[in-house]
């Protein structure tokens, strides 16, 4: 079963820590995504990446990073957290082709205090 | 520009009974069409997509969805849910903007069931 795997589903961090969220997927992928879910919101697109070491800005990548040195591998990065940071975070991929949809990990819901 | 709207936020209805979810979007590309469920303390799954050919798109769980390009509207029905239904539902619509394919999302429906 194909899988895209968020390393933590619950984290709680205090105000200006630098935060990694790590996602990993397995089925060879070249596109990955980092979204956030707030409710009222939906989705809202952070950074997305088409291949390894390449990334592009979403709608809402203030106060953000990413990194994709492996293409299995996509890192979000929150420099120096901030209690609206607090949110359900999605990682998802996708192949090139885009007609089977994406695939989501389970979440990370972080809390910033 | 590309969007979605999901009018309902939430809708409750009772076991057994036939729902619709609403979903219209706007596009001036072609667009491919998708539905993902949400259950509680999960990340979103695939439902069902449109991408071409027949209108009409089944789910392996009883859910269906017609594409209708005239009124550019993509409602979720099912004509008897069940407890296990309960969840929130995405309807999400992928152009080609700018060179690269662009996914929207609208900003989903909370389904209640009610025993």
């Known amino acids: 079963d194909v899988k895209v795997t968020q390393s933590s589903r619950y984290l709680v961090k205090r105000t200006g820590e630098k935060v990694f969220l790590e996602c990993v997927q397995d089925?060879?992928?070249?596109?990955m995504f980092w979204y956030r879910q707030d409710p009222g919101l939906g989705l809202r697109l952070i950074y997305f990446?088409?291949?390894?070491?390449?990334?592009e800005k979403g709608d809402i990548p203030e106060g953000y990073s990413v990194s994709r040195e492996k293409k299995e591998r996509f890192s979000l990065i929150l420099e120096s957290a901030s209690t609206n940071q607090t949110s359900m975070y999605l990682c998802?991929?996708?192949?090139?082709?885009?007609?089977?949809?994406?695939?989501f990990g389970s979440g990370t819901r972080l809390t910033v205090v | 520009a590309q969007s979605v709207t999901q009018l309902d936020s939430q809708v409750p209805v009772f076991e057994e009974a036939p729902v619709e979810l609403r979903c219209n979007y706007s596009?001036?590309?072609?667009?491919?069409l998708f539905w993902y469920v949400q259950y509680p303390n999960q990340g979103l799954q695939l439902l069902l997509k449109?991408?071409?050919?027949?209108?009409l798109v089944e789910s392996i769980n009883g859910f269906e969805a017609e594409f209708n390009k005239s009124q550019t509207s993509f409602h979720l029905r099912k004509p008897s849910v069940h407890i296990s239904d309960t969840a929130e539902y995405f309807c999400?619509?992928?152009?080609?903007?700018?060179?690269?394919?662009?996914?929207?999302f609208g900003t989903g429906t909370k389904l209640q069931v009610i025993p």
């Open positions: 998802a991929s996708r192949d090139t082709t885009g007609v089977v949809g994406y695939t």
């Open positions: 999400a619509v992928t152009g080609v903007v700018g060179g690269y394919q662009k996914v929207t």
């Open positions: 990446s088409y291949d390894v070491k390449m990334k």
């Open positions: 089925m060879d992928h070249e596109n």
């Open positions: 449109y991408l071409s050919g027949s209108t």
């Open positions: 596009s001036s590309v072609s667009v491919y």
